[in-house]
């Protein structure tokens, strides 16, 4: 006797099953092997980060005259580097997740494609059953995985030439070529091992320098946006761009640096002699998170989970 469609479809979803053990089991595998290379070589890491967070504090201060090692402790030379790393990674998880989010939606649009209009079987799919349903949906997603990677590619590469014009390039540069990096070691894993830790150590380490260097002439020769205010004494200090002409440079866990741009002078506060500390919001978290969840397609995917709840 012949094998029904339904025989077929049960196969298929038997592979599918398996190919996602086997993903875990891969995706478990790599996790453990991360977790064994930074036990072995944390103090290297350590070590790593303070000689980074050392050089670029040099050059970031010794363009202000500022002699930053008599105000810096250990703790702010760790965090310094740290905060830089974590801003790439952020950025990397954020970009997960809107370009997963974009290709589900454009996949569900071409198995919508393939089976209406390609396939011609839309009718039959939609008097089907749930678990018939179910089946036909794993049967078109087989490729799901694969072409996901490929549209990340695609738009990653893509980018290279789109952020030169962005106001945050030297940020979004080293999470590009990181990113790259990282699918470049899953397509080749035996031909290039490691080659994410690698790349990732060399690109941060170069953009971080190029960041310091473009920040302390910026800071030197144009007025910023950031505004911090305070009170030393009787003295009412403050940034604002409409009550001076003084930048801030940074601060660590016992001082504040502010440099005035007309007088040409660095100046610096302890942190235990001034009161009264006010920041101002700048409202850019706020303001990527509009433009996201304002995107077409960010709203039509939340639409169509909602709809199916």
């Known amino acids: 006797m012949k094998p029904s469609c339904s025989y077929y479809i049960q196969v ?4 599918i099953r398996t190919m996602e053990k086997k993903k875990k089991s891969f995706i478990s595998k790599e996790k453990n092997e991360f977790i064994t290379f930074f036990k072995d070589h944390i103090t290297l890491i350590l070590l790593s980060l303070y000689t980074l967070s050392f050089i670029n504090y040099y050059l970031y201060y010794k363009s202000f005259e500022i002699s930053i090692f008599n105000y810096v402790g250990l703790n702010d030379l760790l965090f310094f580097s740290l905060e830089y790393i974590f801003n790439i990674f952020l950025l990397i998880f954020v970009s997960e997740i809107i370009l997963f989010i974009i290709f589900v939606f454009l996949h569900k649009m071409y198995e919508k494609f393939i089976l209406f209009v390609v396939k011609k079987k839309g ?15 794993e049967v078109l997603q087989k490729t799901f995985n694969t072409s996901l990677n490929k549209f990340r590619m695609t738009i990653i590469i893509l980018s290279l030439f789109v952020i030169s014009q962005l106001s945050d390039k030297l940020i979004l540069y080293p999470t590009i070529l990181i990113y790259i990096a990282y699918y470049l070691e899953k397509f080749s894993k035996d031909i290039a091992p490691h080659l994410t830790l690698t790349s990732a150590s060399i690109i941060i380490t170069i953009f971080m320098i190029i960041t310091t260097l473009v920040n302390s002439y910026n800071k030197r ?31 660590t866990s016992s001082n504040i640096f502010l440099y005035d741009i007309k007088n040409k002078e660095s100046k610096i506060y302890f942190k235990d002699k001034i009161s009264n500390i006010k920041i101002k919001n700048s409202n850019t978290i706020d303001n990527y998170i ?3 969840t304002n995107n077409f397609i960010v709203k039509s995917y939340m639409e169509m989970l909602n709809s199916k709840k």
């Open 290 to 292: 509009l433009i996201i």
């Open 221 to 251: 020769f144009e007025k910023d946006d950031y505004i911090i205010s305070f009170n030393e004494e009787d003295a009412f200090i403050t940034t604002d761009k409409k009550l001076s002409c003084i930048n801030y440079l940074g601060e």
């Open 123 to 137: 009718i039959l799919y939609l008097h089907s059953n749930n678990r018939d349903k179910e089946r036909i949906n």
């Open 12 to 15: 298929l979803h038997n592979t």
